[in-house]
């Protein structure tokens, strides 16, 4: 099961509002991230936990706050956004490890964030 | 730190024919590149991949070539089909990281017309 899901599939929120997005794999993956991703472009890194400790933060904008409950879950709190922060918001995960053979990321279907 | 360059940002094939895209990278200890194909409002979805010890990697119509002393890698789609249109994404990773730090390319909007 190469699955990681997320929720909401879409949110709609104010600039003053804090919401929270979720994410939860169950193939024991040791490494989760987050992306944000604008229209035709990559994704961008914006986290990255290894055994549920933040182990990078790309200078992400402390209106975003990233939580590691547990192994299994990741969530990305957002408070006080702005309209620029709309994009597609991707979970992803892979195993932990170090040498040539590389840690393959699967990505969820993502959050599509609208700030108004 | 890694910047990953990619050709060409838009890709017209007729049906049938083949696809290529290069990508290249600045960093020589990058050793894992993965592509992922990402159709509209959908997730990007790893469609294959190739580590440093290898120089060829094929599943089907897909192949990917690595040429580390160049430091460049493509993609290629053979016999190209209207469902393979979509935006392509190579990405490179060093796996001296303990995690897979992804540094993606700028993508190539692939369209097959019938």
């Known amino acids: 099961d190469t699955e990681v899901t997320q929720t909401p599939k879409h949110l709609v929120m104010g600039m003053t509002n804090k919401k929270s997005l979720k994410c939860e794999q169950h193939m024991g993956h040791r490494a989760m991230y987050w992306y944000k991703q604008k229209a035709k472009k990559p994704p961008e890194l914006m986290f990255v936990?290894?055994?549920?400790?933040?182990?990078i933060n790309e200078s992400v904008p402390s209106r975003f706050s990233p939580e590691c409950p547990n192994s299994s879950l990741l969530n990305l709190h957002l408070h006080a956004l702005q309209p620029e922060d709309s994009a597609l918001y991707l979970c992803?995960?892979?195993?932990?490890?170090?040498?040539?053979?590389?840690?393959?990321?699967?990505f969820g279907e993502g959050s599509w964030l609208t700030v108004v | 730190g890694e910047n990953v360059e990619q050709h060409p940002s838009t890709l017209s094939v007729q049906e049938g024919d083949s696809a290529v895209i290069k990508c290249t990278y600045s960093d020589s200890a990058s050793n894992y590149f993965p592509w992922y194909k990402q159709e509209l409002g959908k997730r990007p979805q790893l469609i294959i991949d190739?580590?440093?010890?290898?120089g060829e990697k094929k599943d089907q119509r897909i192949a990917v070539t690595l040429n580390k002393t160049a430091k460049h890698f493509s993609l290629h789609i053979t016999e190209t089909q209207p469902e393979d249109s979509a935006v392509y994404f190579c990405?490179?990773?060093?796996?001296?990281?303990?995690?897979?730090?992804?540094?993606f390319g700028a993508g190539t909007q692939v369209v097959v017309t019938p």
């Open positions: 992803a995960s892979s195993q932990v490890g170090t040498g040539a053979r590389g840690n393959t990321i699967y």
């Open positions: 990405a490179a990773s060093k796996g001296t990281d303990s995690w897979g730090k992804l540094q």
């Open positions: 190739i580590r440093s010890n290898v």
């Open positions: 936990y290894s055994y549920e400790k933040l182990s």
